[in-house]
């Protein structure tokens, strides 16, 4: 069994900082791509940022140069450093992983942790 475990989320003032970690634990083999996507109320569950095996990372848009993706290989874990914060960055965030379960597996599957809400509010 593989577990996305999401830690980090709460409550923030505008301008302040917040750093989200999600370990993977479980039997499996490797880690490939991992990335955080965010949920606000009544929207669509969108990407915010992923990252490589090789630490490439991308991100979108309404984030860039306010949040850094990372990953420790060493720790399977991914986290997101977020920094002057907005009310629009209220959202529950999802962390997700390709994992390859076994040593030989022809493809990956595709875990999602439990959300952490991360709420910007004065």
């Known amino acids: 069994q593989v577990q996305l475990v999401e830690s980090g989320g709460g409550l923030v003032q505008p301008g302040g900082s917040l750093r989200l970690s999600c370990a993977a634990s479980g039997s499996f083999f490797s880690l490939g791509a991992m990335g955080w996507y965010r949920q606000a109320p009544g929207k669509e569950r969108e990407l915010v940022a992923t990252?490589?095996?090789?630490?490439?990372?991308n991100s979108v848009d309404s984030v860039k140069g306010r949040f850094t993706i990372s990953r420790d290989n060493a720790k399977n874990t991914v986290y997101l450093q977020m920094k002057s914060l907005k009310p629009e960055d209220t959202a529950v965030y999802y962390c997700n992983a390709e994992v390859q379960r076994t040593y030989g597996s022809r493809s990956s599957s595709d875990y999602w942790g439990q959300g952490t809400q991360v709420t910007v509010s004065s």
């Open positions: 990252i490589d095996s090789n630490r490439n990372t």
